[in-house]
């Protein structure tokens, strides 16, 4: 306590703006990465980091002390390569007006019990309409990625709206529909396909719902426009033939967290026996392959 005066004796001009352009840097860093499957990894990463920087100094490891000093540049090289995404979109939204004085910081509401509702009865009507549909419900791991690639709305989330989306002459039906907290956040998106489903009758919507959910935590709700069945995918898992009352349910359960900050899965799934999934052997060159869910093939 005693050496607080001394640092703020020893701060000018000069070091202010030092600091308030470290702080800057960082902040766009944060801007960069919000919305985004690396907000996780840069999350965990910096945890990995703080502990193994921290048990080594503390226990004075000698070789961990060098290995880490001699890593640390080849993580600054690596570091836009593996965020060379994000730093693309974060370069381009910076081309926006007032696109810099968002902030990184700020998330986004709950769904809230009026908002499952809706989407429930908007799912109802679409399968009793037979209009194919791909709803993806946004939770912990952003999509912004996925979003940045369809149509922005930012629209207030209504039964009405889903379904004039998913119109079949509307120009937006062909792809997913991506919702963030209680607002359509986006729609025609571009979903990575599963390559894991064995079923050959179940089409490109199922594919890409099964899809999003190997690759985030995020919720797929799926409409056959061939049957009208509903099917729900979460956790690269596939659930089919759901009524009104088991898909309520189950948004309830997946999109609130219980008192011990885990989601559960909902009983009426745990109960409901998932399609078969099964991981498949891909030579080198194989990728997988980003397709907007057409009409021509639909489950």
């Known amino acids: 306590m005693t050496e607080l005066p001394w640092i703020f004796t020893r701060i000018d001009l000069r070091a202010m703006v030092d600091i308030l352009s470290v702080a ?8 960069v990465i919000q919305g985004t499957r690396a907000a996780q990894l840069v999350r965990g990463l910096a945890i990995f980091v703080v502990a193994v920087v921290g048990a080594a100094h503390l226990l004075q490891l000698q070789a961990l002390n060098w290995l880490l000093s001699q890593a640390l540049p080849a993580l600054i090289v690596a570091i836009p390569v ?4 994000e730093l693309r979109r974060a370069l381009e939204r910076l081309g926006h007006t ?6 990184p910081l700020s998330g986004h509401e709950p769904q809230t019990e009026e908002t499952i509702e ?30 940045d690639r369809g149509i922005p709305l930012d ?8 379904v004039n989306i998913f119109f079949p002459n509307s ?4 792809g997913a529909v991506i919702i963030r907290g209680n607002r359509i956040l986006a729609a025609g998106c571009v979903l990575p396909l599963s390559e894991n489903l064995t079923d050959l009758q179940l089409g490109t919507r199922h594919r890409a719902g099964v899809g999003i959910t190997e690759e985030s935590d995020a919720i797929a709700i799926i409409v056959s426009e061939e049957t009208g069945q509903i099917s729900l995918a979460v956790n690269g898992r596939l659930y089919r033939n759901l009524d009104a009352e088991r898909l309520r349910r189950a948004l309830r359960a997946l999109l609130h967290v219980d008192q011990s900050g885990r989601r ?36």
């Open 24 to 31: 800057l840097i960082f902040y766009w860093l944060l801007w």
């Open 82 to 85: 593996v965020f060379q995404p």
């Open 98 to 103: 007032g696109a810099w004085l968002r902030t």
């Open 118 to 147: 809706e989407i429930t009865r908007a799912v109802v009507q679409l399968a009793r309409l037979r209009y194919g549909a791909l709803i993806v419900i946004e939770r912990e791991t952003g999509l912004q990625d996925y979003a």
């Open 155 to 162: 629209a207030t989330l209504t039964q009405q709206l889903l």
């Open 171 to 174: 120009p937006l039906h062909d």
């Open 264 to 299: 559960r899965l909902p009983a009426v799934l745990s109960r409901t026996e998932p399609i078969e999934v099964t991981t498949k052997e891909t030579g080198s060159g194989s990728t997988r392959e980003d397709a907007r869910a057409s009409a021509s093939r639909l489950g």
